[in-house]
């Protein structure tokens, strides 16, 4: 069955940094774009990044654009988010999605001030 197992997540001061990584299995990986989506307490999830199939794409929402990364590895079934100068409005579970339709169980990011 489909897989989607986010990690990384952690405390971080604000100005850090963190590797989010989310591992993929049960479908064939690189016929789908992969994004991340994160939910604040009391808040609705929200676009974070997508990546196309061939990572030839890339698109951010604006709170997030110029700081993170979002990569894949095709061969390992990976999906990645460099998260740098972060924020304590980044606080959140970050989730990692297929474009088939399923999403990962969450890692939570704490960025403290």
């Known amino acids: 069955q489909v897989q989607l197992v986010e990690s990384g997540g952690g405390l971080v001061q604000v100005g850090g940094s963190l590797r989010l990584s989310c591992a993929a299995s049960?479908?064939?990986?690189?016929?789908?774009?992969m994004s991340w989506y994160r939910q604040a307490p009391g808040k609705e999830r929200e676009w974070v990044a997508t990546?196309?199939?061939?990572?030839?794409?890339?698109n951010y929402a604006d709170p997030v654009k110029g700081r993170f990364t979002i990569s894949r590895d095709n061969a390992k079934n990976m999906v990645y988010l460099q998260m740098d100068s972060l924020e304590p409005e980044d606080t959140a579970v970050y989730y990692c999605?297929?474009?088939?339709?399923?999403w990962g169980q969450g890692t939570q990011v704490t960025v403290s001030s």
């Open positions: 999605h297929a474009s088939l339709g399923y």
């Open positions: 990546i196309i199939n061939n990572g030839g794409k890339l």
């Open positions: 049960g479908f064939t990986f690189s016929r789908y774009s």
